[in-house]
């Protein structure tokens, strides 16, 4: 989009308006803009100042028009543009403001880059324009010459899709523009260019106003056709310093903000609104295409969005939100993968999206899919400059249900880094840990430390740890905790568990028979199942499992009766059928079981010891379960009995929530 910045009169801040709206586009967090400044002041040229180039830069805009005045063939473009010194802003200047320049300006006839034709942009302006717009500019903010003469004229008149006129609420400047908009409005419908849209700005203007003030705007506001006008209001540094207010660098350094900072992104607001190109213009037209059911515009809006723009994060959040509902299919997906990698092959959002649509293919921990998306992920980390807690979680659940704990807990621990007190990645590496062996419970206890926060299953897990440990104050002390938290269904299973790592089987056993048939949902009865496997009563549990109503919508309590069969070992039940039958129960968190299967191995029951290794299985299964649908991003379960149920939202639900 080609934004002129004009002013009938000089002093009225029109470059360092200029100048801010380039800082604001080009530092915007979630929505950068590509910005190109061309310096069309060629009498008083000065953007080169206020934006100074990375490297020496000599040549311009006026060098680059000699030039084709002498060849009649218009240069490359880029030979002239050059980096500034902010990220995101390039320069076209009008040139060094030398002798050779001053001869060349001099020299230049602009009538003759033109011909009689008003509605044809000339030979010169009308490639020169086009070799603009491809390149990848987001916007081109021209500073344009003040008054009424050629180089205005083509500023306001050639090469302009929004003129904004910034004016001081003066005689002088009203008077003047009286005669001037009229004109511009004149000349652009001589050259079929209706569409372009006039953007008054009255700058400088004082916190104090006086009668002819008032008069002047309402004045302004009749000449513009405007309700309402914005403004920019007076600072003095603008007059003395010139000090770009909105350069990330000086907006962090400042307090209290001045109040032209809010007028500058206020303007900045409204030409983004003008520009259908605009990826946050976009992101809102996705968004009223969406809630209005029109799934084939956003879907369009979007893939076009993103390989325009093929590093926008939000974009490919949104992307994956819309895939994640249904409204936009993998091959469509695959489509635009591919094409964003040919244009740029280092694109690590790419490579995320590869892996985790791969992941979800993936039929076993051991399959080709699930190797191939772990080396899609790993690229991904490798060209994130600072590697997102979502990239580093993915990875820690592919070593997890690989079985690759030790790269697991490392991967979780850069995590963790990034937010230390997170709830779920400390549960998710206490849980590691407890996987990991007896021998590493205590790092499981230091995980569960790092949760600030009073939550009554971090008590749980302690209790149940130090109960194995044999701490067995600490273990009291915990559950206690937990008990004081803990009022539902689940208190007299928790203290079965408890009493049961405690060493008192019997009395766990005894809460167990009194409480068990007593279950009014599937849950509950397959948690106690749960526990009297856990206490080896493998009978008790099959009792409790047949006495259930079968329903064929519930097959947890199937699974269950198969894995009791399997451990009990008087039946032969193969281990691949068990697991079978567990492949998409992705809410069992399993920490009792490996407390289970950790007490057998302390006693040394080798039998009971190898048929236990199934447990780590039927969880990197689950890991693999957990995949599908997006619908949470842990490492392996922490939900089931006396843990945490913790699922990302479903958009499905919600259309609102794609731009929450």
Not at 42 to 56: C, D, N, S, V
Not at 338 to 363: F, H, M, S
Not at 434 to 447: E, L, V, W
Not at 580 to 597: D, S, V
């Amino acid at each position: 989009m080609f934004v002129t910045f004009y002013s009938y009169k000089g002093g009225v801040g029109r470059s360092m308006a200029l100048a801010n709206i380039a800082c604001l586009l080009a530092q915007d967090q979630e929505h950068p803009q590509r910005v190109l400044l061309w310096d069309f002041d060629l009498e008083a040229p000065g953007l080169h100042r206020i934006f100074p180039p990375k490297q020496p830069h000599k040549f311009g805009f006026v060098d680059l028009a000699h030039k084709y005045a002498r060849t009649g063939k218009v240069p490359e473009v880029r030979d002239y543009v050059y980096a500034s010194i902010i990220e995101g802003i390039d320069v076209l200047p009008a040139g060094s403001v030398d002798q050779p320049y001053c001869e060349k300006l001099q020299e230049l006839h602009w009538p003759g880059f033109f011909t009689a034709d008003p509605a044809d942009p000339g030979p010169f302006f009308g490639p020169f324009r086009k070799a603009v717009k491809q390149l990848p500019y987001d916007y081109v903010l021209i500073d344009s010459r003040t008054g009424l003469n050629d180089q205005a004229g083509i500023c306001t008149e050639i090469l302009p899709d929004l003129i904004v006129v910034l004016f001081r609420l003066t005689a002088q400047n009203l008077d003047g523009l009286e005669h001037v908009v009229p004109m511009i409005r004149y000349q652009l419908e001589a050259r079929k260019r209706n569409g372009v849209r006039l953007l008054p700005i009255a700058s400088v203007v004082s916190p104090t106003s006086s009668k002819a003030t008032l008069e002047n705007k309402e004045k302004a506001a009749r000449l513009f056709e405007q309700r309402k006008l914005n403004y920019i209001r007076f600072d003095g540094d603008l007059v003395t310093e010139e000090r770009l207010f909105c350069q990330e660098n000086e907006r962090q350094a400042m307090w209290p903000m001045p109040p032209v900072v809010e007028d500058y992104q206020k303007l900045c607001e409204s030409l983004r609104t003008y520009n259908k190109e605009d990826t946050r213009t976009q992101t809102s037209r996705i968004r009223q295409a969406t809630e209005e059911g029109d799934f084939v515009l956003a879907t369009t809006l979007l893939t076009a969005t993103i390989e325009r723009r093929v590093r926008n994060s939000e974009l490919w959040r949104i992307l994956e939100r819309l895939f994640d509902t249904g409204i936009i299919k993998k091959e469509d997906t695959a489509d635009l993968v591919e094409r964003v990698l040919q244009k740029d092959p280092q694109n690590r959002y790419c490579y995320e999206w590869k892996g985790t649509r791969l992941i979800e293919e993936a039929k076993s921990p051991t399959s080709s899919e699930l190797a191939t998306a772990k080396r899609d992920i790993e690229r991904a980390i490798s060209l994130s400059t600072r590697p997102s807690m979502r990239l580093l979680r993915i990875l820690a659940r592919i070593q997890s249900c690989q079985g690759d704990l030790e790269n697991a807990v490392k991967t979780l621990r850069d995590a963790q880094e990034k937010q230390k007190g997170n709830v779920q990645i400390n549960f998710e590496l206490a849980l590691l840990h407890m996987r990991m062996g007896a021998n590493y419970f205590s790092s499981a206890i230091d995980a569960l430390q790092q949760i600030r926060r009073d939550i009554d299953e971090k008590f749980l897990w302690n209790a149940y740890l130090y109960a194995f440990l044999g701490e067995h104050s600490k273990a009291d002390e915990a559950f206690t905790r937990h008990m004081q938290r803990e009022r539902g269904k689940w208190a007299q299973l928790c203290r079965a568990h408890f009493l049961l790592l405690g060493g008192k089987r019997d009395e766990a056993i005894q809460v167990a028979r009194s409480c068990a048939h007593a279950s009014v949902d599937e849950s509950e009865l397959t948690n106690w199942a749960e526990f009297l496997i856990c206490a080896e009563a493998f009978d008790d549990a099959k009792i409790l499992l047949t006495t259930w109503p079968k329903d064929e919508s519930k097959k947890e309590g199937d699974a269950v009766m198969l894995l009791c069969q399997y451990l009990d070992g008087t039946n032969p039940i193969d281990e691949h059928e068990v697991i079978k039958a567990w492949q998409g129960h992705t809410g069992w968190g399993f920490k009792e079981l490996i407390l289970f299967r950790e007490s057998v191995k302390r006693r040394g029951e080798s039998a009971l010891r190898d048929r236990l290794s199934i447990v780590e299985k039927l969880i990197q299964y689950q890991d693999l379960a957990s995949f599908r649908g997006g619908r949470r991003l842990i490492v392996s379960g922490t939900s089931g009995v006396g843990t945490i149920r913790m699922f990302a939202t479903r958009l499905s639900q919600s259309f609102e929530t794609l731009f929450s």
